[in-house]
């Protein structure tokens, strides 16, 4: 890198190199994205950025109307969509394999804000982790994940919401866990838990589905695989290479014999040439966009504002 191009704030940065650029992508802190975003927009520059986008619902309609205005391209990394098996997962509920979509759970339970080291010390998060603003922290790293999956896989929209924020590990005023029970447009039930007091969870993602015809289970720790069960009582295993799996045998999802896994770094790349798809105008489902982010951003803070006032909220 010439040190001439190094910047020391992102305004000089877009000036000077904005002419040079296909896309910028957006990693900073959470809290600092509405500015960074909007400048790239003005810019005439494609976004690339981290979830959850922005910190609350207020700035991310803000970026939504900059978007808008500027028609510009803006993407957010939800990159467990980029799974083989969660995307034949929303395959098969979109061909109505479990029939009507009637309960799901989805959790993502972590051990980070409780796990102690040999010195019996907790790991200190950044320091913009280590207190909440509109939304808990914990939500803006996980709990737009969940909510994600689910409205990737079922296709359903929040219809109210009921949660619970708790406090449990080591980080004082901290919300690390976080319970919601909500019904959805259809009236199917969704359960949530994510957090990061869970000892035992590095990552425990799991999602699961149930139909009036049947019933899915995907888990982010062994992702090849997607566990299914039918009405007559029948237990089968999909594997991601399978003959007759909708997408998931898909070239570009195989790109090991099997029994190699695919994995995290390689949902990351599937979800990377989407996007690299949707910026080259290519037909693409699977690169999404600061509308989602907004939706999941009004969902939690709905959840937020049910925890404080311990009452059901609509969204």
């Known amino acids: 890198m010439e040190p001439a191009r190094i910047y020391a704030q992102p305004t000089d940065f877009l000036a000077q190199e904005k002419d040079r650029l296909d896309a910028v992508v957006i990693l900073t802190p959470t809290p600092g994205h509405r500015d960074l975003i909007n400048a790239c927009l003005q810019a005439r520059l494609p976004v690339i950025s981290e979830k959850a986008m922005v910190d609350n619902y207020q700035s991310a309609l803000v970026v939504l109307a900059c978007q808008q205005h500027q ?37 993502m339970p972590q051990e980070g804000f409780a796990r102690q080291n040999r010195e019996g010390q907790v790991a200190q998060p950044q320091s913009w982790r280590q207190h909440d603003g509109e939304l808990p922290t914990v939500s803006l790293d996980l709990g737009v994940h969940v909510h994600q999956l689910v409205d990737f896989i079922t296709g359903d929209s929040a219809a109210d919401v009921y949660a619970v924020h708790s406090t449990f ?74 003959a007759d799996n909708i997408v998931a045998g ?34 693409c489902e699977y690169a999404i966009d600061a509308q989602v982010a907004t939706a999941g951003l009004k969902f939690l803070e709905a959840a937020s504002l049910s925890a404080r006032t311990q009452q059901k909220i609509a969204c």
């Open 71 to 107: 028609q510009g391209k803006l993407f957010v990394t939800y990159n467990y969509s980029g799974y083989p098996m969660v995307r034949e997962l929303q395959k098969r509920v979109q061909r109505g394999d479990f029939g009507a979509i009637q309960q799901v759970m989805v959790e």
């Open 169 to 242: 590990a080591s980080i004082p005023d901290v919300v690390d866990t976080v319970h919601i029970i909500s019904r959805y447009r259809s009236g199917m039930i969704c359960n949530y838990w994510y957090g990061k007091a869970a000892l035992g969870y590095r990552n425990g993602l799991r999602i699961r589905i149930m139909g009036s015809k049947g019933s899915a289970e995907w888990l982010q720790m062994d992702p090849e695989f997607l566990h299914l069960s039918d009405i007559k009582g029948n237990r089968m295993i999909i594997d991601r290479t399978a």
């Open 250 to 283: 898909q070239a570009r999802y195989c790109r090991f014999k099997a029994g190699h896994p695919a994995g995290f770094i390689e949902a990351f790349a599937n979800y990377y040439a989407d996007i690299a798809a949707a910026l080259r105008e290519e037909e």
